[in-house]
């Protein structure tokens, strides 16, 4: 940028003002004058978001910022894998099937992606209470990227190009474009970074030199590395894994289990119904003694235990090594036979991660029943890479030292599908909030997973890949799976996230919602209609009529077999019903957990400026002054959440902060009047 020149950004005219959804229906008529469904050439262009990577956090970092009308470059080294899933074709589970609702709530892509690979459904943990349930798919390898390539492109303010970034272009410490390894500078306001493995990426299988990739067949990106270590950013490594992959026309699966597909139409996208592809099944399988001495025999052989990888892997997805060492009295463990998709007989092997040599997988394959004969088509590996510690970022996944330039997925240290896009939609949104000059869009840990999620890693950082599980929410009550687009979508709606189509759907939903709990709070429910149905379902009769709301609270009668004959004016088995029977049965619980979230919205009202000389308040002990100032937490609950941090010092912080305060209006300085506490 010849003397530091900043060209006003394509569409500058039509930026919102702040609080001010700007009408789509105009923006898109606009568009329609670059060219055939909005795309230009990103050579010469100025955009208002630039997001690198076109991995899970990228697609939605990307798509965010241009549903929300920012001008917005999606750069990836390769556009045939953007939506790529490097490891298990899956979506979902226990939390991570929140996760992805929640992305869709919000307009994201990950749910039409899911629903439109879909080949495999199951609704894990139902014999448990609803706030853990977790709906989890097997997608197809190849439907899922096509799909996902399917819905950016209907995006009118989104623009591809397949490049590799190599650098920032900084100026005033802060961001403004990339250049390319090409020596092509692209200007933008704001930039993400969404580089997952491939920051100096280094693919390992047995004790041999490790091979510098991104994932397997690509290179990694070195330069964009060193140029953000060079900001002065603090960085550190993580390793991750993948099983190897078999040839299921030589699986024996008289040998094993058949894992079949919950029959439910669920739908992970709760505003575009797609079509569902043909479902098939899974299978199961287990590994015994013999795989256990042969794995105790090589480990030496292992890249993750014979030195060559220095970084910290997964604690809840570890390789079978892992197992087999951290674990060393369970006699089996279990595997995992799943699809790769409808059109290919490759089994992913779910379950055995590993970075052995190809000799030692194999013969360990041999071991497990069902595998006996099975022909290894990709072999497992395990991949260190670099992450920043995300201690160093806001809660919008700004970098705090260097305003303009967020974070999102693997760079900040995680690990999972989801994960990575739920950091990409919060990064993506608040950088296109940024580049349009809106207030930030920060979602609290009673609000959704995803807030839990970015609290986490800010205020506790990091110190192994970090997966989501329903024990890190302290409201999962509230956070369920079947009321993520109500609890989020009309947070969405109100920035400008959703597109149209996504708002009438989602205007929709909420009234079906309305009728559903009108029809069962108002109605009456005789004996002579229900009695033998109770009975069904062993439960009392009635003696006299009784409102339907009082039937759904007791523990054993559910709205689908209540309402298994058609007496109601909504579909029993729409996920509308379901919510809306979990609100019922469990209203006292979710009042109380209510009421815990506003008492944590106090604490959160007393703010903390980012200015607080820590160091100097001497009543809080030094560890806490330390940590304090690490993270520097924007308020008093979210500095109660950094561990070690104790009650006391809370204490001493308020009485800290109030003295800091007062001196600062002493000196006409505006702190004291503009922090609420």
Same mark, same amino acid.
């Given at each position: 940028m010849p003397g530091g020149r900043v060209a006003d950004a394509p569409g500058a005219g039509r930026t919102p003002k702040r609080g001010v959804m700007p009408g789509r229906e105009q923006v898109m008529k606009e568009d329609a004058t670059r060219g055939a469904g909005g795309r230009a050439d990103a050579r010469g262009e100025r955009y208002d978001v630039i997001v690198i990577g076109g991995g899970h956090a990228g697609t939605e970092a990307a798509a965010a910022a241009a549903r929300l009308c920012a001008r917005t470059l999606l750069i990836t080294p390769d556009l045939d894998r953007i939506g790529q899933m490097s490891c298990n074709p899956a979506i979902g589970g226990v939390a991570k099937g929140v996760v992805a609702r929640e992305v869709d709530a919000l307009g994201g892509v990950m749910g039409r992606a899911t629903d439109a690979s879909r080949i495999h459904f199951r609704m894990l943990n139902r014999s448990k209470g609803p706030a853990v349930w977790g709906p989890r798919a097997q997608c197809d390898r190849g439907l899922y990227p096509r799909a996902v390539r399917r819905v950016l492109d209907e995006l009118p303010d989104l623009v591809l190009m397949q490049e590799m970034v190599s650098g920032l272009i900084m100026e005033g410490g802060r961001p403004r474009g990339v250049v390319t390894r090409g020596g092509q500078v692209v200007e933008g306001k704001v930039v993400v970074v969404t580089a997952g493995t491939f920051l100096r990426g280094k693919i390992h299988v047995g004790g041999e030199a490790g091979?510098?990739?991104?994932?397997?067949?690509?290179?990694?990106?070195?330069?964009?590395?060193?140029?953000?270590?060079?900001?002065?950013?603090?960085?550190?490594?993580?390793?991750?894994?993948?099983?190897?992959?078999?040839?299921?026309?030589?699986?024996?699966?008289?040998?094993?289990?058949?894992?079949?597909?919950?029959?439910?139409?669920?739908?992970?996208?709760?505003?575009?119904?797609?079509?569902?592809?043909?479902?098939?099944?899974?299978?199961?399988?287990?590994?015994?003694?013999?795989?256990?001495?042969?794995?105790?025999?090589?480990?030496?052989?292992?890249?993750?235990?014979?030195?060559?990888?220095?970084?910290?892997?997964?604690?809840?997805?570890?390789?079978?090594?892992?197992?087999?060492?951290?674990?060393?009295?369970?006699?089996?463990?279990?595997?995992?036979?799943?699809?790769?998709g409808l059109h290919t007989r490759e089994l992913y092997v779910n379950g055995l991660s590993t970075s052995l040599p190809l000799e030692v997988q194999e013969a360990f394959l041999r071991t497990v029943p069902g595998l006996e004969e099975a022909r290894i088509t990709r072999m497992g590996y395990a991949i260190e890479y670099d992450y920043f510690p995300p201690h160093q970022l806001r809660h919008t996944l700004e970098v705090r030292a260097i305003p303009g330039l967020f974070f999102a997925g693997q760079i900040n240290g995680t690990t999972g599908y989801e994960e990575a896009a739920g950091q990409g939609i919060v990064a993506g949104t608040n950088a296109g909030l940024k580049a349009l000059g809106r207030e930030p869009f920060i979602l609290e840990r009673d609000q959704a997973y995803l807030g839990v999620l970015v609290d986490d890693l800010v205020t506790r950082g990091?110190?192994?890949?970090?997966?989501?599980?329903?024990? $890190? %929410? +302290?409201?999962?009550?509230?956070?369920?799976?079947?009321?993520?687009? =109500?609890? *989020?979508?009309?947070? &969405?709606? #109100?920035?400008?996230?959703?597109?149209?189509?996504?708002?009438?759907?989602?205007?929709?939903?909420?009234?079906?919602?309305?009728?559903?709990?009108?029809?069962?709070?108002?109605?009456?429910?005789?004996?002579?209609?229900?009695?033998?149905?109770?009975?069904?379902?062993?439960?009392?009769?009635?003696?006299?009529?009784?409102?339907?709301?009082?039937?759904?609270?007791?523990?054993?009668?559910?709205?689908?077999?209540?309402?298994?004959?058609?007496?109601?004016?909504?579909?029993?088995?729409?996920?509308?019903?379901?919510?809306?029977?979990?609100?019922?049965?469990?209203?006292?619980?979710?009042?109380?957990?209510?009421? $815990? %979230? +506003?008492?944590?919205?106090?604490?959160?009202?007393?703010?903390?400026? =980012?200015? *607080?000389?820590?160091? &100097?308040? #001497?009543?809080?002990?030094?560890?806490?002054?330390?940590?304090?100032?690490?993270?520097?937490?924007?308020?008093?609950?979210?500095?109660?959440?950094?561990?070690?941090?104790?009650?006391?010092?809370?204490?001493?912080?308020?009485?800290?902060?109030?003295?800091?305060?007062?001196?600062?209006a002493s000196e006409g300085r505006d702190e004291a009047t503009t922090v609420v506490g």
């Amino acid at each position: 940028m010849p003397g530091g020149r900043v060209a006003d950004a394509p569409g500058a005219g039509r930026t919102p003002k702040r609080g001010v959804m700007p009408g789509r229906e105009q923006v898109m008529k606009e568009d329609a004058t670059r060219g055939a469904g909005g795309r230009a050439d990103a050579r010469g262009e100025r955009y208002d978001v630039i997001v690198i990577g076109g991995g899970h956090a990228g697609t939605e970092a990307a798509a965010a910022a241009a549903r929300l009308c920012a001008r917005t470059l999606l750069i990836t080294p390769d556009l045939d894998r953007i939506g790529q899933m490097s490891c298990n074709p899956a979506i979902g589970g226990v939390a991570k099937g929140v996760v992805a609702r929640e992305v869709d709530a919000l307009g994201g892509v990950m749910g039409r992606a899911t629903d439109a690979s879909r080949i495999h459904f199951r609704m894990l943990n139902r014999s448990k209470g609803p706030a853990v349930w977790g709906p989890r798919a097997q997608c197809d390898r190849g439907l899922y990227p096509r799909a996902v390539r399917r819905v950016l492109d209907e995006l009118p303010d989104l623009v591809l190009m397949q490049e590799m970034v190599s650098g920032l272009i900084m100026e005033g410490g802060r961001p403004r474009g990339v250049v390319t390894r090409g020596g092509q500078v692209v200007e933008g306001k704001v930039v993400v970074v969404t580089a997952g493995t491939f920051l100096r990426g280094k693919i390992h299988v047995g004790g041999e030199a490790g091979v510098d990739a991104g994932r397997a067949g690509e290179a990694p990106s070195l330069e964009l590395a060193e140029a953000l270590e060079a900001e002065g950013l603090e960085l550190a490594r993580f390793k991750t894994g993948t099983p190897p992959r078999v040839d299921g026309r030589t699986v024996d699966f008289s040998r094993v289990e058949v894992q079949e597909s919950h029959p439910e139409d669920f739908r992970f996208s709760g505003y575009v119904r797609e079509e569902l592809p043909e479902q098939t099944v899974c299978w199961i399988t287990w590994t015994g003694q013999e795989l256990r001495d042969l794995i105790q025999d090589n480990l030496e052989r292992s890249a993750l235990y014979g030195g060559a990888l220095s970084g910290r892997g997964p604690r809840y997805c570890p390789s079978i090594e892992d197992k087999i060492v951290r674990f060393p009295d369970n006699p089996r463990h279990q595997v995992f036979l799943e699809p790769e998709g409808l059109h290919t007989r490759e089994l992913y092997v779910n379950g055995l991660s590993t970075s052995l040599p190809l000799e030692v997988q194999e013969a360990f394959l041999r071991t497990v029943p069902g595998l006996e004969e099975a022909r290894i088509t990709r072999m497992g590996y395990a991949i260190e890479y670099d992450y920043f510690p995300p201690h160093q970022l806001r809660h919008t996944l700004e970098v705090r030292a260097i305003p303009g330039l967020f974070f999102a997925g693997q760079i900040n240290g995680t690990t999972g599908y989801e994960e990575a896009a739920g950091q990409g939609i919060v990064a993506g949104t608040n950088a296109g909030l940024k580049a349009l000059g809106r207030e930030p869009f920060i979602l609290e840990r009673d609000q959704a997973y995803l807030g839990v999620l970015v609290d986490d890693l800010v205020t506790r950082g990091v110190d192994e890949p970090y997966r989501l599980f329903t024990s $890190r %929410a +302290e409201f999962r009550l509230l956070l369920r799976q079947d009321n993520a687009h =109500e609890r *989020l979508g009309p947070l &969405a709606e #109100e920035i400008g996230l959703l597109t149209p189509e996504h708002r009438e759907a989602l205007h929709q939903r909420l009234k079906r919602r309305r009728r559903v709990l009108g029809w069962l709070r108002q109605e009456l429910a005789r004996p002579e209609e229900v009695n033998p149905r109770l009975e069904r379902m062993d439960s009392s009769g009635l003696a006299e009529p009784v409102r339907w709301v009082e039937l759904l609270r007791r523990p054993e009668v559910s709205v689908a077999e209540l309402f298994a004959e058609g007496q109601t004016p909504f579909d029993p088995e729409g996920d509308t019903a379901a919510a809306v029977e979990v609100e019922i049965k469990y209203e006292g619980y979710v009042q109380r957990e209510r009421e $815990r %979230a +506003e008492r944590l919205r106090e604490k959160a009202g007393f703010k903390l400026s =980012e200015e *607080l000389p820590y160091m &100097a308040f #001497e009543t809080i002990s030094y560890e806490s002054r330390e940590k304090l100032l690490r993270v520097r937490p924007a308020n008093l609950a979210q500095a109660g959440r950094i561990p070690g941090v104790s009650p006391a010092d809370l204490q001493n912080l308020i009485l800290e902060v109030r003295r800091w305060r007062k001196q600062r209006a002493s000196e006409g300085r505006d702190e004291a009047t503009t922090v609420v506490g």
